[in-house]
């Protein structure tokens, strides 16, 4: 009779702890319910071992089969892989601005009203070659144009070492995540024994996806629940043992090369935020530094052929408006500037055919110099070739936005999806409360009667 009772009291031990257990895991998700990336936890119960009894078998009570992480391993891959696509794309708009903004604003201060200035003061000079506050205008007219294509290119330069800071800060960024990511592994590796999931998958899944969103790199499923963290291109960055160092060096300019396990790896990074980076420093930045270069040829050889071929105020032959002289067509956009003679005495400009002091004949053909097509500029004029290379921008920036559009609702969309099957429902999670109250009140009635009966069975002998 005794080991009948204590047969119950076990039985009824049971219930009550899965009930205790079930209303510990629906308090831990409503607790975590705006925790980010929190996957809501249920528990899954199955009878006890059943035992013989006369007439057959009955179950030993409750037993607690595992404690479960909602998850759609699909979804997730999912959103680790789009996160990629996110991250580069939201980085690349942001450049691409920021190089727009370097140029100005339409109808601002730019290059193309510095070329209209030019234009204009020299046509007004024309009128009046002579004139010496009409020279010192036009002189300065032309310095201000050489002075503004320089800092438009020192901003490009500029740019392009903030770039490259990133670039050095993402790398650190991804290293700290990698050994994040292999610390976990080795964690989950030990505690997920026999079926058991481990907590700190939550945290593991975080850390892939901002992995993914800086590298646009993948994971993969390896053994005893470890994964394997490859960039794009094939290296493994975390492996299923341990992690592959990733490194960074410079190279003769300066820029940083990235490396994984000494093998270059730089030029196959063009996904996620890394890839973006890299992709405006060592591309759309480089692009628009040759723009501005071929501008400064061209302007450099186009005018200093017309005043070369001219003479001054004082009679004499006339000298190379810009400088550098003869242009290099490496870097002049860094480096043109009104000639030093010209800039300070407006009478050596040379503007004149005849020698005459009235003739300014010169003036006209230099006013016309942002209208007149060039080769070089791929017969384009300047204004023409500078209206190009906004509209290129412009036109780069819009499919910019388009796929960045694109990525955050693909994101928004799966993170709703995975939400329907890792977040926490607080009215679900009242009702699981209910149910486990229940199930612990009733557990708890079952052991008093059981007290009451062997009471009673005592008293009897």
């Known amino acids: ?5 204590f047969g119950y009291y076990d039985l009824g031990l049971r219930a009550l702890s899965a009930a205790r257990l079930g209303l510990q895991i629906s308090g831990d998700n409503i607790a975590n319910a705006t925790t980010p990336g929190y996957s809501r936890r249920r528990m899954d119960l199955v009878p006890g071992s059943p035992v013989a009894v006369a007439g057959g078998y009955i179950d030993r009570g409750v037993e607690v089969a595992r404690i479960r992480r909602m998850e759609d391993r699909f979804l997730q891959a999912s959103l680790e892989r789009e996160r990629g696509s996110l991250g580069g794309s939201k980085e ?3 450049g691409l601005r920021d190089i727009e903004g370097l140029f100005g604003t339409v109808g601002g201060e730019d290059i193309l009203s510095a070329y209209s200035r030019f234009s204009d003061a020299f046509a007004e000079l024309s009128a009046a070659p ?7 205008v036009a002189v300065l007219s032309a310095d201000g144009l050489a002075q503004r294509i320089r800092e438009t290119y020192s901003r490009l330069e500029a740019q392009r070492r903030t770039e490259n800071s990133a670039i050095a800060a993402g790398v650190g960024e991804v290293d700290r995540l990698a050994d994040a990511l292999e610390l976990l592994n080795d964690e989950i590796a030990g505690q997920e024994v026999g079926g058991v999931t481990s907590p700190l998958r939550d945290r593991r899944s975080q850390i892939v996806e901002q992995l993914a969103e800086l590298t646009g790199g993948t994971a993969s499923p390896a053994e005893n629940g470890r994964i394997l963290f490859s960039l794009p291109g094939g290296p493994t960055l975390v492996t299923g043992s341990g992690r592959v160092p990733l490194t960074t060096t410079r190279d003769f300019e300066g820029l940083y090369r990235i490396s994984v396990n000494g093998i270059d790896v730089t030029d196959s990074l063009r996904q996620g935020k890394l890839g973006a980076l890299l992709g405006l420093r060592d591309d759309a930045i480089p692009q628009r530094t040759a723009d501005l270069d071929k501008l400064a040829t061209d302007l450099i050889s186009r005018a200093n052929a017309i005043t070369t071929a001219l003479q001054d105020l004082n009679g004499n032959p006339g000298g190379p408006l810009f400088v550098p002289n003869p242009p290099t ?5 860094s480096k043109i500037a009104v000639a030093t003679d010209i800039l300070n005495d407006p009478r050596l400009l040379a503007i004149s055919t005849t020698g005459d002091a009235g003739d300014g004949s010169g003036a006209i053909d230099l006013a016309a110099i ?10 384009q004029s300047a204004t023409e070739f500078l209206a190009t290379l906004r509209s290129v921008l412009g036109s780069q920036i819009v499919q910019a936005d388009v796929n960045h559009g694109v990525a955050d609702g693909v994101v928004a969309s799966l993170e709703a999806q995975r939400s329907s099957v890792t977040g926490v429902s607080l009215d679900e999670e009242a009702v699981e409360l209910i149910r486990f109250q229940r199930s612990y009140e009733a557990a708890a009635r079952f052991i008093q009667v059981l007290s009451e009966v062997t009471e009673i069975a005592v008293n009897l002998r």
């Open 92 to 94: 690349s708009l942001r």
């Open 329 to 333: 067509a490496f870097k002049d956009a």
């Open 370 to 379: 942002g209208n007149v097509r060039s080769i070089p500029l791929g017969s």
């Open 130 to 136: 002579d004139d010496p506050t009409l020279r010192k």
């Open 1 to 5: 009779m005794s080991s009948f009772l």
